[in-house]
């Protein structure tokens, strides 16, 4: 293994009964970045961290942390921190004593953990706060209690399970920002898992998106956000448009692609294609006039047309009955029924794989 993992899951199987949370799933986590398992409720992230936390053990498989095996070793002797979505602050304890909770056992004196509370506080913005009750504390604030609490001990991994999604919008976005400028100051290698789109591809190095206990891609945020692998990734990303296609090979590497009889040759990018689909974001449609420069050009009839102040969003049926969306900064909405030109780039046109999930590699 690489000196430069510092989490490897190997073959992880877990089972509730017919749910199967972690299913022969595998992937290594680098040391210092900051890694989002993204996914629907069930897709298995929570189970698959609290694994990696030692709160749940594997039915089989295994999981070394910096090379050791620590699959049945317990949380306490992990050297991991971990932050909850309700926080789990203890609300007797003001702000400093829930920091200092966790290095009680660390062998510090008093002075030291002192000094260590303070540094912490100050990473987190709540630099003064050490005497003031938690519950006198806003959500944000008592979230990033939670966030030095798990860090004071310098955990190799500290490992968040949706710690934002309590939070009022604004926020939670403000903690996306705080979150990240923590993990990049400190080093630390965090492991997040999040149903939110936005917040993965804001604060993460790279992404698995989990469906039935495996992956189903991970790379870094654009190359996801922009090149999904197989439907489930596209449609769980809004804005991108799925339609059906014909997909053959060609030479050289290439794809012959049919979209309502039209045909042009795509890059495979070294993908099987055979789910018979293609994807392209609604912003990568062109419309009007500007679709004559494109590389497949249609003509389609407006179904409905919407202004949603930053953009207008655009419905539209292709001759073959399939519609997807276009969404243009500003502009007017189009009348319903009106018949127009709409045009794709061969590179803004991604070819699908089936819906196969990956079991391993990373």
Same mark, same amino acid.
């Given at each position: ?27 290594? @986590? ?176 790279? @992404? ?69 689909? @293609? ?5 990568? @449609? ?77």
């Amino acid at each position: 293994m690489s000196d430069n993992v510092i989490l490897s899951l190997r073959n992880i199987r877990k089972r509730y009964g017919a749910a199967r949370p972690a299913d022969d799933f595998s992937i290594d @986590i680098l040391r210092g970045e900051f890694f989002s398992m993204l996914g629907p409720s069930g897709s298995g992230k929570s189970t698959i961290l609290r694994m990696i936390a030692g709160l749940e053990h594997p039915d089989s498989g295994e999981i070394r942390i910096n090379g050791a095996d620590v699959t049945n070793v317990p949380p306490w002797e992990r050297h991991l921190g971990m932050v909850f979505q309700q926080y789990a602050i203890f609300p007797h304890l003001d702000v400093a004593g829930n920091v200092g909770y966790g290095l009680r056992r660390s062998g510090l004196d008093r002075a030291a953990r002192a000094d260590r509370v303070s540094e912490l506080l100050n990473l987190v913005g709540l630099k003064g706060f050490e005497t003031r009750r938690v519950t006198q504390l806003s959500g944000g604030e008592q979230q990033r209690v939670a966030i030095a609490r798990g860090l004071a001990p310098g955990p190799d991994i500290l490992l968040l399970d949706e710690p934002l999604s309590a939070l009022d919008e604004k926020i939670r976005r403000e903690m996306q920002a705080e979150l990240r400028s923590i993990q990049q100051r400190t080093g630390t290698t965090f492991i997040y898992v999040t149903h939110d789109q936005e917040e993965a591809l804001t604060m993460s190095d790279r @992404i698995a998106v989990l469906n039935q206990g495996r992956y189903v891609q991970c790379g870094a945020p654009e190359q996801i956000f922009r090149a999904p692998a197989t439907p489930f990734v596209a449609r769980f990303f809004r804005g991108s448009n799925l339609l059906d296609a014909q997909v053959s090979a060609a030479a050289d590497g290439r794809r012959d692609v049919a979209i309502c009889d039209r045909r042009i040759a795509l890059a495979d990018n070294g993908r099987p294609a055979d789910a018979g689909q @293609i994807a392209v974001r609604g912003e990568a @449609i062109l419309m009007g006039p500007a679709a004559a420069t494109a590389d497949l050009t249609l003509e389609a009839t407006v179904v409905s047309s919407t202004y949603r102040g930053l953009y207008t969003s655009t419905d539209l049926r292709l001759p073959d009955g399939q519609v997807m969306t276009a969404t243009q900064s500003g502009g007017q909405p189009l009348d319903v029924g009106a018949r127009v030109a709409v045009g794709m780039q061969a590179g803004d046109i991604i070819l699908l794989d089936a819906d196969h999930a990956a079991p391993g590699a990373n």
